[in-house]
């Protein structure tokens, strides 16, 4: 196994590609809830992918722990990690929410001035209400569980970092029943309003309550425990200390968990039931990638699509609603007819993604993670190499800028 400072420094194209898969699924299942195929085929398609958006976000959790806990710098302050991840997300988040809230408004949607303004500070899923923690660009309450993890990542990296193997397998064991405790414990929580699958179509009950779904799904402290599950899993790979499974037997068991999710209770088909299958996946393709494993996740057309996933994964509801009802919002239409319109709004969404990365995200990133230094030259790390000031971000490793993009 190579040290771990090489480990940092290695380059994860694999993961990159990935996270266009998974935002693709969370696509796939607003896609599903939006009704544009008629009675005929909209059924179906629902059960298929009404596990999908669970998936992508749980396999975003995760990935989110386990790049930033590759990639960490020990000497790096809290303050400059911090400010390095909120002017990666809240550039994106902030152009979304002024783009969504005229549009959402100008097609007759109702948007509290509370709820806006929570979902504007992104601290919209604190409040177990669904007209806040789905407010305005609704993907971005992933963005306040993500704020939240940022602000642990210190206390956490720190905390399984003194760990030993048998420390940080206790964690892995403790976050994954953790995961599977939280659909227990909601099941206790009764009564409340009922949770429909999608906001834009309250007639779509889920059979859960607000506040069962919230507990599970979207509140902040729930969803770091994937997050923990993350960096736990990151340092027994580093430490040569996980199980070395084959990528095809990893993904086998990933479709098996997928599988198991569409028949599985609403709950535990948000996360439960596929939490070891990713947990497994995410360090079969890293292993994978470290080896130079040929793996069309590594093409570089799938390195630039994971690229502008973000920017994808942020825009891609708001074409759906938007473009649904620009063409009807009840309306519906065949399969062939539907199919054409699902893959011209993955088209829109895509392209509006790409510009929003080209001349919004990247240019933003470069703006607020520039450091401002009057001297000549600026080390990048203990015993590092010296660069000059206004090139840091070019002369970052390889895993530290996959981190920036995660």
Known sequence: MKNERTLADSRLPSLTGLRFVAALLVFFFHLSVEKLYDDSANP??????NPAGGVG???FFILSGFVLAWSAKPNRPAREFLRRRLAKIYPNHLLLWVLTLPLLLLFGEQVAAGSATANLALVQTWIPRLDFFFSVNRPS???CCELFFYLMFPLLARFVGRLGRTGTWTVVAATVAGVWL????????HGGPGMPLDVSHPELDSGVSVRQYWLVYAFPVSRCLEFLLGIAVAKLVKDGAWPRIPVAVATGLLAIGYAAAVQAPVLYG???ITVIPLTLFIPAVTMADLEGRKSPLRSRSMV????????????HQTVLRIGHDLLGHDRSWN?????????????VTLLIAWAVYRWWEMPAMRLLTTRRSSRKSVPVAAGGPLVRPGTEHAARRPAEAAADKS
């Open 57 to 59: 976000v749980s396999f």
């Open 182 to 189: 939280l659909p227990v414990v909601a099941g206790l929580l």
């Open 270 to 272: 948000l996360s439960a």
């Open 44 to 49: 179906v398609l629902s059960k298929i992918f």
């Open 335 to 347: 399969a062939w007819t539907a199919s054409a319109l699902a893959a011209a709004f993955a088209a």
């Open 141 to 143: 309450w992933s963005l």
């Open 304 to 315: 630039w699509l994971g690229e502008v996933s973000f920017a994808f994964y942020l825009v």
